[in-house]
């Protein structure tokens, strides 16, 4: 390996190895695993550096590269993103709406006080949201983390996920309806 | 029931489409149309707009990092030295 080589791994894995591993694990659920595809990221940027023009920054360049291992191994392992696992946790949809759809009397969402948007300055609300997202599915935290952190579009999104559009919304529904209903239990009580 | 009415339940459903891919001219008059009859359903998308614009203001903060050893990262690096060596665009 050459001195130029050897000196772009050294910053790459100074500066992106665990950012790239965070992301692979939220992704996979598997932090072996994770490892493994991160390794095997910069070994081929490493071989397809000539190649790599700088349109965009080497952290984009390095997670395009980790998204697309991350692609290939849903592919070859399973033709279902989702296991039984990653599901655990979730309420079926039915919890909340009748076989009309309509809401269930219990769950008809009310108001959550006179100014909503106050809501978003309080930092105990902000806690009590993440207290409830901890407690979702891996299969709708993977999906929420993918979408708000890295702030994707919905549609490579999707591709990565190794989902359609309609499953991404559908499933990001259920969590939503879940997640409103967990903040409607913990942070507001209703005075009934 | 009416084509233009809509469940709450796909009504709901709507509202997450809306927000990430954008709805057609048809979804968004039956949206509409329902959330001018129902409160429940204007409520809901109200909070979900609040959820929504907390996790894109601060979700990085939340997400629990994950890091690797400073000994992951020499096996790593050695690895990765070693398959380039041998690899024949080297």
Same mark, same amino acid.
């Given at each position: 390996m050459d001195r130029e080589k050897q000196e772009h791994l050294e910053v790459w894995m100074r500066d992106y190895s665990d950012t790239l591993y965070t992301w692979a694990s939220y992704k996979l659920n598997d932090a072996n695993l994770a490892k493994d595809l991160v390794q095997d990221t910069f070994i081929s940027a490493l071989q397809a550096w000539e190649r790599? #023009?700088?349109? @965009? @920054?080497i952290k984009t360049w390095l997670t395009s590269i980790l998204n697309n291992k991350i692609r290939d191994h849903y592919r070859k392992n399973k033709n279902r993103m989702f296991s039984l696992d990653e599901m655990a946790g979730e309420r079926p949809i039915d919890d909340f709406f009748d076989s009309n759809g309509s809401w269930k009397p219990e769950h008809r969402p009310q108001l959550w006080? #006179? $100014? #909503?948007?106050? *809501? *978003? $300055?309080q930092t105990a609300f902000r806690d009590a949201l993440y207290n409830c997202i901890d407690g979702l599915s891996d299969r709708f935290k993977n999906v929420m983390v993918g979408k708000y952190l890295e702030k994707k579009e919905s549609a490579d999104l999707c591709q990565e996920l190794g989902i359609s559009a309609t499953n991404f919304w559908q499933i990001l529904h259920r969590a939503k309806v879940q997640l409103r209903n967990c903040l409607d239990s913990t942070w507001f009580k209703h005075a009934e | 029931m009416h084509w233009l009415m809509l469940s709450c339940k796909r009504a709901t459903q709507l509202m997450e489409k809306k927000m990430h891919f954008g709805l057609s001219p048809i979804e968004k008059m039956q949206l509409k149309l329902h959330k001018k009859a129902c409160k429940y359903c204007t409520a809901y998308e109200k909070q979900n707009e609040i959820i929504d614009q907390v996790l894109q203001e601060n979700m990085a903060e939340k997400v629990q990092a994950y890091c690797l050893s400073e000994e992951e990262k020499q096996r790593m690096m050695e690895t990765v030295r070693k398959s380039d060596s041998i690899s024949p665009s080297s």
């Open positions: 790599f #023009e700088g349109r @965009s @920054s006080g #006179e $100014d #909503e948007t106050a *809501l *978003l $300055d | -």
